[in-house]
């Protein structure tokens, strides 16, 4: 919930920022689990487990990983590099078009994309976390595969390259930005000026999806990190680590917006999370991640 204590983050969720309990494998693991068990001891917090339940040993976590497949690679650099193709013609465009006297409207509508790629963000990560399984045909193994991975090993995305972390959120990008290119193709300057606020809602909606899992996996980061990063954490224009921290404390039920994590605060004030899934569970008797529960019980 929103008032998750310091205590029970720690009680909760997998030491990402100490290197030793991290990327290493097994034989840190005692370290990890007596770090845990001295900070656990001075705040007073009985922890759920002894045993880790985080991290690259877990057997689950390793289980996901080595379901990453050679097609999947394959669509993930068509997919990264038609859009990267697609950022560079609309930002072209956008250049070439820009006015002075709209740039009041531009700033406005762009600020509204940002908050609806966050929206997007926190509805998909909801849902991919909350239902579905990773034995579902096609889905499965592809998009819901490292949701389940990602919360038995918070800390691989780090260790993925450019193309696995980016490759899914690139492909959302792509029709989003075809759409804006032809959509520059066929309407005249004028029409584009009297649009351009919508213009700039599309584009920066598109580029802020498109870039969600590489400010997810900075969230992760606590190493080696530039300074411009940094600093756009710190300004809390992307997602900071110790806000999406919240999200990784076990169960797993609530601050899902990724991109720039401003929506969590005010839906977790709502129940909004909550009360969707209350309305589901009573329409079709499915339980909220009960898959995820399934690939936690999965211990080392
Ligand atoms: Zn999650
Ligand atoms: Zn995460």
Request: glycine share 6%; with cysteine.
């Amino acid at each position: 919930m929103a008032g998750k204590s310091d205590k029970e983050i720690l009680a909760n969720s997998m030491y990402e920022d100490d290197p030793n309990g991290n990327s290493a494998p097994a034989t840190t693991k005692d370290q990890e689990s007596d770090q845990r068990q001295e900070v656990l001891k001075a705040t007073n917090v009985t922890p759920p487990s002894a045993a880790p339940r985080w991290g690259p040993q877990n057997k689950g976590a390793q289980e996901l990983a080595s379901l990453y497949s050679p097609g999947k690679r394959a669509q993930e650099i068509i997919c990264v590099y038609t859009c990267i193709g697609l950022m560079i013609i609309n930002l072209i465009l956008i250049v070439r078009h820009m006015r002075l006297e709209r740039i009041s409207v531009a700033i406005v509508s762009a600020l509204c994309g940002i908050i609806t790629a966050d929206f997007a963000s926190g509805l998909v990560h909801w849902a991919a976390d909350t239902w579905g399984s990773v034995d579902l045909p096609l889905i499965g193994r592809n998009f819901l595969r490292p949701f389940r991975e990602h919360h038995l090993d918070p800390t691989s995305i780090t260790r993925h390259d450019f193309i696995e972390t980016n490759g899914d959120n690139f492909m959302v990008g792509i029709p989003i930005l075809g759409y804006l290119a032809h959509y520059f193709y066929i309407r005249s300057p004028s029409e584009i000026q009297l649009h351009f606020g919508w213009i700039a809602y599309v584009f920066l909606c598109s580029i802020f999806v498109a870039m969600t899992n590489q400010i997810h996996k900075w969230s992760h980061t606590y190493w080696g990190l530039p300074r411009w990063v940094l600093l756009l954490q710190s300004c809390h224009i992307i997602l900071p680590r110790k806000h999406h921290r919240i999200h990784h404390v076990a169960p797993h039920e609530t601050y899902f917006c990724i991109t720039t994590g401003w929506l969590n605060w005010p839906l977790e004030r709502i129940r909004f999370w909550s009360t969707f899934e209350l309305v589901i569970e009573h329409f079709t008797g499915l339980k909220p991640r009960d898959d995820d529960m399934k690939w936690a019980k999965k211990l080392t």
